[in-house]
């Protein structure tokens, strides 16, 4: 899709905010988004900090991961879906070579100033600020054919107001980052240049630059998602977000686990480890099927291309990795071995903390890592054809999906190992309160899970979740805060993907 993320007025964008605003639409259906409980706030707040108002508010939605877990950076399709918590940037330009940052939220993340240079550095360690760098930098580093067109950056003043949960895997780095592209654009006038795509492509680009080897999902489905539909997210062999509907007999249900994934401050451990975990598996079968000599001869960049390039099913990598990995984890010298190398640390340059990866780790588990992404890989498009099967029966659809949710899960638990106690109790919890399937959604270790429940039990299931919240923990076992439950525990239907909103 070459559209781009044109400024919004009037009615093509009424139908994201129509629950959230209802009574705030004029005769023609355009948002006063003045009168918005949640905008006026906005704006007066605005008032307070800058002394004007904002001349527009640009959006985009955090996301929930239905299927398709750990292998957007192995280059698979993913099958995520917006949700309706966002994150909203108002903002004014400036005449000041200065872009000046304050968040609703001041106590946690206190206001800031940055240069409008482009190429500056990040903060040091994990700033909040470099997320919003992450979007300015995708826009003005990142692709000279774009940047180019903007000589001299405009300085802007911006208050923050987001409703995605933090380190919750419904992905606020990514709205984050793509709100602050999306205000970026706009202000230097690219929003009408830039295609979604190439927008979606710069987000990950320069997320990664912030410590994240990720894939593209999160950045993708925040920019392509649309009101009602699922989206199937392809990296290749080009982008594209296919529609996906899922049955309407059933909701998705969001549950937090209120323990944080801290992918970020365990990147030597968790994230970053497993994207490099499946690289020795890809390198190493390539070098076992004759492919290359050394792992510096290995031409494909992940799994998609190496399957690609032998036509192979699912089925058959799944063999691959039988024949070819061994179970039970490598170490070092185990990986030197099979990789035809004397020294790990000059390889993967590409991969962000790899050097912190080697230090903090001593095995590698490359067989499990490699047949939760082929098995996982292939649940994505079994997940789509039966939403889209005109043969299966609704009972036996919804089943189905069901059933695939709960595999993804126990593969992300036992063979990826980024689940948590926690997610594990939530996610039986919810097959015990009636979900056809649970399963944890985004990295993992932490955060939330999505349950699939049919409509007709949605109020007992919700009724019985409760348990989880209420329920007497041991000492030491710190839940976070538990004051509005509707924050942690909801249903949700797909919502709409960024957009820029005109006040006027
Ligand atoms: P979270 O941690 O939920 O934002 C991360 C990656 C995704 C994907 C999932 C796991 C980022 C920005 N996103 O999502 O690309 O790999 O983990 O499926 O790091
Ligand atoms: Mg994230």
Redesign the pocket.
């Known amino acids: 899709e070459a559209s781009t993320l044109a400024t919004q007025t009037g009615t093509d964008f009424v139908p994201v905010l129509t629950q959230l605003t209802a009574a705030y639409l004029d005769v023609n259906g355009n948002i006063k988004t003045k009168h918005q409980p949640r905008y006026k706030n906005i704006v007066a707040r605005f008032k307070q900090l800058y002394g004007c108002e904002p001349a527009f508010f640009c959006r985009a939605p955090g996301r929930v ?1 239905i299927i398709g ?5 192995c280059g698979y399709a993913v099958l995520p879906a917006a949700i309706e918590q966002d994150f909203v940037m108002a903002y004014v330009v400036s005449d000041k070579s200065e872009i000046e940052v304050n968040n609703i939220d001041k106590d946690q993340f206190p206001a800031e100033r940055l240069s409008t240079e482009p190429f500056q550095k990040f903060k040091e360690g994990h700033h909040w600020i470099n997320y919003f760098l992450c979007g300015y930098k995708a826009v003005l580093a990142i692709d000279e054919s774009y940047y180019n067109k903007v000589p001299a950056p405009k300085g802007m003043k911006i208050l923050i107001d987001s409703h995605v949960p933090p380190a919750a ?3 606020s ?2 709205a984050f980052t793509v709100c602050a592209a999306v205000t970026t654009m706009h202000a230097n006038n690219l929003h009408e240049v830039i295609p979604k795509g190439d927008l979606s492509k710069m987000c990950v680009t320069a ?1 990664r630059m912030a410590g ?1 080897a ?5 950045q993708t489905i925040s920019i392509f998602a649309e009101m009602g539909k699922a989206k199937l997210i392809e990296f290749n062999p080009t982008l594209k977000a296919i529609d996906v509907a899922v049955p309407s007999s059933v909701s998705l249900v969001i549950a937090n686990s209120l323990t944080p ?1 801290p ?1 970020l401050l365990t990147v030597g451990t968790r ?1 970053n480890k497993r994207v490099v975990e499946c690289r020795f598996g890809l390198y190493i079968i390539a070098i076992k099927l004759g492919k290359a000599a050394t792992y510096g001869d290995v031409k494909y960049k992940n799994f998609y291309e190496l399957q690609t390039e032998l036509g192979y099913s699912f089925d058959q990598m799944l063999d691959l990795v039988k024949t070819h990995l061994k179970k039970g984890g490598y170490s070092h010298d185990d990986v030197k071995k099979a990789l035809n190398v004397g020294d790990l640390s000059n390889i993967l340059k590409d991969i962000p903390y790899f050097f912190e990866v080697l230090q903090q780790n001593v095995r590698f588990h490359l067989y499990e890592r490699a047949y939760h992404v082929f098995g996982e890989a292939q649940r994505v498009y079994q997940f789509k054809a039966a939403c889209d099967s005109d043969a299966l029966s609704e009972e036996d659809k919804v089943h189905k999906l069901g059933t695939l949710m709960n595999e993804s899960h126990y593969s992300c638990r036992d063979l990826y190992e980024c689940s948590s106690d926690q997610l594990d109790e939530l996610t039986q919890l919810a097959r015990d309160s009636g979900a056809l399937g649970s399963r944890l959604t ?2 993992g270790w932490g ?1 939330c899970c999505v349950s699939l429940v049919k409509k007709d039990v949605l109020a007992s299931f919700l009724d019985k979740m409760h348990s989880y919240y209420t329920k007497e923990r041991e000492p030491g076992y710190q839940l976070w805060v538990t004051d509005d439950l509707d924050r942690y525990l909801f249903a949700t239907q797909p919502a709409k993907g960024a957009f820029i909103l005109d006040p006027k």
Request: aromatic share 8%.
């Open positions: 991961n877990e750990h292998i957007d950076y895997g419904v992905s780095s990514s997320e994240t990720c894939g593209g999902m999160d994934s992918k994230y985004g990295a955060g």
